[in-house]
């Protein structure tokens, strides 16, 4: 079956320019998570969603950060005034339900010029 | 003590060779646990998970000790394509076993087997 699928995989942009990466889950996982993970390490925990509801918003990095899921299903993270430091891989995660295992998506990595 | 802690790694082992990775936690209300495995460039993909004392799959063992909050993964005779990066997971579980839905990665071990 489909995987996680997220748009686009590769993103340049210019610093100061807004950006929107989408996330679309496996049909049904009802739990959707947004990780960064910059060159050479670990994953950094961003958001994570229960249905529409984001529980847990502690890992957004700052108030350029900002992340919705409409109908249980598709997600969107928007990063405002990029700045360079926002340079990293954006993973998206999809498990059927909390906190169990995820499914990652390819993706996105993100260059901020 | 860090929410999850890994070998740092590398580790350089032989084909054949057996290579225990072990990862430490702080969160002693943590149930299940989970090892992913991430290839360069690539997304973390689930390897086993850990619900109970421990998880045995081929050639791949994890054990978990509860008291000492330790989790580790056993990989028996190595194969080339075991060379990845080993990623431990651990939930942040409230007790009485409420989920807030959050995993916390470790940095994760680097792992090379050669020829």
């Known amino acids: 079956g489909a995987g996680v699928s997220q748009s686009p995989s590769n993103k340049v942009t210019e610093k100061g320019k807004d950006v929107e990466l989408r996330c679309d889950p496996i049909?049904?996982?009802?739990?959707l998570y947004w990780y960064r993970q910059s060159l050479g390490q670990g994953l950094e925990f961003l958001i994570y969603?229960?249905?529409?509801?984001?529980?847990?918003k502690s890992g957004l990095p700052s108030d350029r950060f900002s992340a919705e899921r409409t109908g249980g299903s598709v997600s969107t993270l928007t990063i405002q005034r990029t700045q360079q430091e926002d340079s990293a891989v954006y993973l998206c995660?999809?498990?059927?339900?909390?906190?169990?295992?995820?499914?990652f998506g390819p993706g996105t990595r993100l260059t901020v010029l | 003590r860090k929410e999850v802690e890994q070998d740092p790694g590398p580790f350089n082992v032989p084909e054949g060779a057996t290579v225990a990775f072990n990862c430490t936690y702080s969160?002693?209300?943590?149930?299940?646990f989970f090892w992913y495995r991430q290839d360069c460039r690539k997304e973390p993909k689930l390897l086993m998970s850990?619900?109970?004392s421990g998880n045995e799959d081929g050639r791949f063992t994890a054990q978990l000790n509860r008291a000492s909050q330790y989790i580790s993964l056993l990989i028996r005779d190595s194969k080339l394509s075991d060379s990845a990066t080993y990623l431990c997971?651990?939930?942040?579980?409230?007790?009485?076993?409420?989920?807030?839905?959050?995993?916390?990665f470790g940095q994760g071990t680097i792992l090379t087997v050669h020829p």
């Open positions: 995660a999809s498990s059927p339900r909390t906190p169990r295992e995820q499914f």
């Open positions: 049909s049904g996982h009802t739990a």
């Open positions: 969603f229960q249905g529409n509801s984001a529980p847990d």
């Open positions: 969160n002693s209300a943590s149930q299940s």
């Open positions: 850990v619900y109970s």
């Open positions: 997971v651990v939930p942040q579980d409230a007790a009485g076993g409420t989920s807030y839905g959050k995993l916390t």
